[in-house]
């Protein structure tokens, strides 16, 4: 009897496209309340602390990484601060944590989604913990220190531009290392510039980019000739690392096989000894591009910092004058670089440079393995969950002062104990391949 007067009531319906519109419409409102109830109230990060806007949605990790210009790490700290808690919810399904032991159980494996998203799908950066162990073991026999016989070339008084001389020396030593010679920016930096404006604008738009879905899928698949009228400035960064990579090809089809292992490109070519393929090239230069994007602009942050540091400070500077003094060591003439590495005060200032430069001031977002893992009264069940960089070097209880830039830290009698905490080329299976 009931389903006869339903059918009834049914067909007395007409589906007019205002009645559609309603429909649709409280469906999609409906979804909605139903979402932000289930995030709001049962979802299992319900009682961790932490913005409301993080609770129910994404909107406040955009508002940080887009519209604070990524300045997230520094906001995710300041939100333990205020809740007075080690763990914060950032984001409906992602968590942080504070507490450094906890960092060191973070050996999880990279989230999906959010390295997909930084335009470089098939790099070392982005794959699955099995294809980057093999990647990472034929590229880290290639990085080794050693002297790269490169200096500035400027003479006493003159006026440098002194970050663009670091990025300079940094791009023509990683190009060194990926393609076994140098593009000679050290001594013509002006050729630099377009090379440097757009890696400024590839980390600019990363911050973009990781809160839209497939947008840099959907732009790796765009044909070159639209890209070129889209991005330029992209597509002049994967002409120049592709016309990088068919050098070191064709140097290496010339040489022996055993000189061909001394480059990146070389180790971590797919198809050493015959013709490389389209697919191959293109997974080379996404490598190729990765390592430059991952060396240069790291190490030539990080020491212009330390620069800044040292030449701000009057006893900073004059200490380690006079260690270098001391050791008999020019950068005129030429240096021994293994008496350099092991002079303790230069090395106390470089890792406070580390510590304190925030090179990487992401979240480095890590997936909980499926079943789960406990952390104090939280369950984290198949979720995101990331621990900073920024919140380690910058805890007061490892590091007193933490906003000082005291290289003493590292020459008192904790100093090995310290060094632990030390995590800027992080630590574990996905720690930084050119670390050494
Ligand atoms: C001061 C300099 C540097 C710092 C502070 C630094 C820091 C880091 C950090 C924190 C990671 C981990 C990122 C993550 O988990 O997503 C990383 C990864 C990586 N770094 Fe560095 N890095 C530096 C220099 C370099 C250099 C010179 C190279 C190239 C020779 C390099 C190549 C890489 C690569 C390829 C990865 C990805 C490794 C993987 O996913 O398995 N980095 N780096």
Redesign the pocket.
Known sequence: MFAGYLGKTLDSITLSPSLLFYATGTVLIARLLQALTWRWWFHPFASVPGPRLAAVSSLWQIWQDVFRDGDTARAIDKLHQEHNTDIIRISPNHVHIKDPDFYFKLRFD?DPDF?SKLGVPHS??S?DTKS?RAM?SK?SAI?APRDWGVAAHSQRGEEINLFHTIRTISTDI?CN?CFGFAPGFVKRPEDASQLFNVLDMCLEGLWFTVHIPYLAEYLNRLPKWLLKILLPGLTYFKNQSGEWVDETLRNSRNSSVEDRKTTIMDALNPSPNQNIGTADRDWLIDQAN??VF??VD??ST?LMYTFHKVLSSREIHSRLQHELRNANISIQEGYDWKAVRDLPYLTAVIKEG?RLSA??PGR?PRTVPAGGVEYKETFLPGTVVSST?YSMHHNSTIFPDPDIFSPDRWLAENSVELERYNV???KGK??????K
């Not at 996905?430 to 670390?435: H, K």
């Open positions: 990279k390295y070392i950066l794959a980057a990472r590229a990085v990683i290392l990765t390592f991952a060396g790291t190490t990080m580390l090179v990487i480095l960089i800027a080329f992080s996905r720690s930084c391949i050119g670390m």
